[in-house]
């Protein structure tokens, strides 16, 4: 991926062991800095696997966010995916309640509603599928395992990337915000749209 990818940085590259490897965060080096990182653990295939996070913060405003990158188990572990689910959004809630900074969450999470359902029914998340407060987990025709959801933003020019990298398509989106008052519209900046973590892109203005 080093190689494919020269101007990124990955977490948690090798850092938490063989297994904890399969998972990556990848960040261009030039837009924003990593600040802060962590994982927990949760079953997977009859072993435990790592879910690794970062908080970033944009090198142009310096505004921060958070990036949980997630693969639940497959298949017919339902339990193993009940139990990293209630472990994925204790942590969410964690992260979602330090100084109000967005948490964006992507991943193959091997189901096709019932993940975002939880997650959006007790944390601030929605999908980046044109989700809402009213309805925060609209499933696409032909939707697959993988979801990209988050807080604190809108997000538009959602869409699947077929790129023959993985057997799954990669998703992007777009996340943004209107300034809710005149003041804040003067302290908020655009950011470099073009920035990829795994499945996710930001662009557009921040609002945070």
Request: aromatic share 10%; net charge positive; hydrophobic share 30%.
């Amino acid at each position: 991926m080093q190689t494919v990818m020269p101007k990124y940085s990955f977490f948690p590259r090798r850092g938490l062991g063989t297994r904890g490897s399969a998972i990556q965060i990848a960040r261009n080096t030039s837009t924003v800095k990593k600040m802060e990182t962590g994982y927990i653990m949760r079953p997977f295939s009859g072993w435990a696997r790592p879910i690794p996070y970062v908080r970033l913060r944009d090198r142009e405003t310096g505004r921060g966010f958070w990036v949980v990158a997630i693969h639940n188990a497959p298949g017919g572990q339902e339990r193993r995916r009940d139990i990293s689910t209630a472990a994925e959004i204790k942590l969410i809630k964690k992260l979602a309640s330090q100084r109000d900074r967005p948490v964006f969450v992507i991943g193959d999470v091997n189901e096709r509603s019932e993940f975002c359902q939880k997650v959006a029914g007790a944390t601030p998340l929605i999908s980046m599928n044109g989700g809402s407060e009213k309805n925060p987990c609209p499933v696409p025709r032909f939707g697959g395992p993988d979801w990209m959801l988050g807080s604190g933003a809108e997000f538009s020019d959602f869409e699947k990337v077929y790129n023959g990298i993985s057997d799954h398509p990669a998703l992007t989106a777009r996340p943004g915000c209107r300034p809710r008052t005149e003041r804040a519209q003067r302290h908020t900046k655009s950011v470099r749209p073009g920035t990829k973590f795994r499945n996710f892109v930001p662009g557009r203005r921040w609002c945070w």
